[in-house]
């Protein structure tokens, strides 16, 4: 603290104006991390398997729990099919959970979309869309968009 009041005070009186760093704008509490849009395996026909192997997931970037019951995930696609609704659900502090396209037993790491229906089941398009996550009252949190067909997955 004595060195840096005394660096100060050098500082002024030479005239110098001291600029501090910008602090950076943290993240939104709740994030992408990763969404797999091209489930591994080719070709996809919709196989509860395949349909699992695409999945999106947020994570909870805080040290406390954050309810998302509510809580939307989606697609860039306008259709109502293609958003998934949170119930009752906690995030624990500093956790991660994978949302799956395909049908399963949800627990406190992994929810199901649980869509079925072959091909047309699937959520994420396999080269370009954008993934958006809004809380409860609709105001958008967090979005991840990708354009890459050279890639099954991005890190958001």
């Known amino acids: 603290m004595r060195i840096r009041s005394l660096l100060t005070a050098t500082a002024l009186a030479a005239g110098v104006v001291v600029v501090s760093q910008p602090a950076y704008a943290a993240g939104p509490a709740i994030q992408f991390t990763k969404i797999y849009y091209d489930s591994p395996g080719s070709p996809d026909f919709g196989a509860n398997s395949s349909l699992n192997g695409e999945y999106a997931q ?3 970037t805080t040290k406390k729990a954050i309810s998302l ?11 109502s099919d293609h958003v998934y609704t949170f119930g009752t659900f906690t995030l624990g502090a500093g956790k991660t959970v994978t949302l799956r396209t395909g049908k399963g037993k949800n627990t406190t790491t992994t929810r199901y979309w ?7 089941a699937y959520i994420w398009n396999q080269a370009k869309d954008t993934a ?3 809380n409860a009252s609709g105001k958008l949190i967090d979005s991840c968009p990708y ?3 050279r890639y099954d997955y991005k890190i958001c």
């Open 132 to 134: 958006y996550l809004r």
């Open 147 to 149: 354009n890459s067909a």
């Open 58 to 60: 947020i994570k909870n």
């Open 114 to 120: 649980n869509r079925s229906g072959g091909t047309f």
């Open 69 to 79: 019951k509510g809580w939307t995930l989606r697609d860039k696609t306008n259709r």
